[in-house]
Every structure is written in C-alpha cells, then in structure tokens.
C-alpha cells in the first residue's frame, strides 16, 4: 500500500505563496491524490485532485488562488495570494485496492 | 446543494455497541459509493469504511475489521456505521463522506463525536 509524507508544518505570510508536497512512498509515484482542507474546527474540504501527469481538478467553488502540480512522487498544492482563512490542516489522500489513505497533514499558518 | 447530516455520537462505556447515522440530501444518493472516516482528537484523518453505490462491495480498514459494519439504506437516502465492542481508541468525531471515482471523498458532514469512556 502507498504511504503519503506530508511535512507537519508550514508558514507564510498574508499575500505571499506557500506550496505544500505530498509525497507518495516508492512504487506509487504514478497515483493520483486529493487534496482536503481542514480550517480550524471545521469539517474537513475537498480542494482538488491532482494526477501524475501534474493535472489538476478543483472542487466546487475552490478559489483560482488554488492549483496542483506533481513531479516525480511529489504532488503540490500552491496557495498564492494567501489570506487569513487558508490557516488549517491540509491533507492528501490516495486510494489502493479498496484501501483509502490519509497523509499526516501539514498545519499552514498564515503569519 | 450536497448536505451530509450526522448523528448517533455520544458517550458509551468500552465493550458498548453504537450506531451512527448520516442523512443525504442535494445528490441522487444511491447512485454513490460513501464513506465514514474519522478524526481522534488532535489527530489527523483516518479511513474507516466504503460501501459501494448499490451495496455489494463493503470494505473496512484493517482497525475496525470485525467490529465496524457500514450499511445503506437508498429508500431512506441514509448511511450507517454500526461499531461494536468499542474501545477508548475508537474515540474520535466521525465523519460521513460522498464517495467519487478517481477523486476520493469530494463532499463531507460536518461529523458526530463519539466518546468512549467509563
């Protein structure tokens, strides 16, 4: 099964770009992962799912301000323009053989 | 719009059995695979079952294998998760989740808390 690494933290500045990675384990670099939202007492959100050709798909209503990207077995998300409200946990997810799998998840703080 | 509505959590003693329900609405419901997922406190996120959109295929994560037990009502467009022999590991709020090939969990409750404490 895939296992996803995820940094546990990360921090930016109001206005500025902060790009978070998932890294998925050896021999499933090819997998497409999903990206979760998760502000602070909240439900989690669905942002966008990004595929291994660094293809990108946003959920509903997600802000132009988000975008995917992968390269190898990193997959991105960049948050540009950053605001307050981006402050939370994000989560990558992937699936395998009926097995779906979180990653640790990154807490942004935005500065 | 897609609404996921749980309920069901509480406090239960360890060894107790408890039923969670979550309602759907804003989607053609028997027409989706759902999950439940859950969150320990302080913790990250943690798959716990899928049941496919007509009910033939039920998968459990290898923590709650035999003693969690996903099921679907279509008539009632309603989800649930019975657990069993429940241990103070099991406490966490515990979330409900709509189900879309190739994107995972697209749509999610807002959760019910389940303690389990003496």
């Known amino acids: 099964q895939p296992v996803l690494t995820q940094s546990s933290s990360a921090s930016a500045s109001p206005g500025s770009s902060v790009k978070l990675t998932c890294t998925l384990s050896?021999?499933?670099?090819?997998?497409?992962i999903a990206w979760h939202q998760q502000q602070p007492g909240k439900a989690p959100r669905f942002l966008m799912k990004?595929?291994?050709?660094?293809?990108?798909t946003k959920g509903t209503g997600v802000p132009d301000r988000f975008s995917g990207s992968s390269s190898g077995a990193d997959r991105y998300l960049t948050i540009a323009n950053l605001q307050s409200e981006d402050e939370g946990d994000y989560y990558c997810?992937?699936?395998?053989?009926?097995?779906?799998?979180f990653g640790g998840g990154t807490k942004l703080t935005v500065l | 719009q897609v609404q996921l509505v749980e309920s069901g959590g509480g406090v239960v003693q360890p060894g107790r059995s408890l039923r969670l329900s979550c309602a759907a609405s804003?989607?053609?419901?028997?027409?989706?695979?759902m999950h439940w997922v859950r969150q320990a406190p302080g913790k990250g996120l943690e798959w716990v079952a899928f049941?496919?959109?007509?009910?033939?295929?039920?998968y459990h994560a290898a923590s709650v294998q035999g003693r969690f037990t996903i099921s679907r009502d279509d008539s009632r467009n309603t989800l649930y998760l019975q657990m069993s022999s429940l241990s103070a590991e099991d406490t966490a709020l515990y979330y409900c989740?709509?189900?879309?090939?190739?994107?995972?969990?697209?749509?999610w409750g807002q959760g019910t808390l389940v303690t389990v404490s003496s």
């Open positions: 989740a709509k189900h879309q090939s190739g994107y995972g969990h697209v749509n």
């Open positions: 804003g989607f053609t419901f028997r027409n989706y695979g």
């Open positions: 049941i496919s959109y007509d009910g033939r295929n039920k």
């Open positions: 050896s021999g499933h670099s090819s997998y497409t």
């Open positions: 990004v595929e291994g050709n660094g293809s990108h």
């Open positions: 997810e992937t699936w395998d053989n009926d097995t779906w799998l």
